[in-house]
Nanobody, 124 residues
């Protein structure tokens, strides 16, 4: 069973930056596309970004485009989400998810493996 563990969440001021990490137990390289999703209280889960299995393709939600950057280091079995210019609207629990296949998609129904989530709070 593939295991995913998110880290890097916390409290940050508006305009600040934060980097989330998603560590996979194995098989990230050439097997799994990875997506980042978030869910704020009372809101539906939203696809934030995703990256193909080899890192060649990425997608971003319009709400984060230009502010967030996804990357991966398959040698370390780790995917990162660099978040900058953070806004209070970015406050949510962020989840890392894996999809068996090379393609990057932002639909949560396409992902089978999920991490436990990490809280990101943007507040002054």
């Amino acid at each position: 069973q593939l295991q995913l563990v998110e880290s890097g969440g916390g409290l940050v001021q508006p305009g600040g930056s934060l980097r989330l990490s998603c560590a996979a137990s194995k098989y990230t390289s050439n097997f799994y596309a990875i997506g980042w999703f978030r869910q704020a209280p009372g809101k539906e889960r939203e696809g934030v970004s995703c990256i193909s299995s080899r890192g060649g393709s990425t997608l971003y939600a319009d709400s984060v485009k230009g502010r967030f950057t996804i990357s991966r280091d398959n040698a370390k079995n780790t995917v990162y989400l660099q978040m900058s210019s953070l806004k209070p609207e970015d406050t949510a629990v962020y989840y890392c998810a894996a999809r068996f296949g090379p393609m990057c998609v932002l639909s949560d129904e396409e992902y089978n493996y999920w991490g436990q989530g990490t809280q990101v709070t943007v507040s002054s």
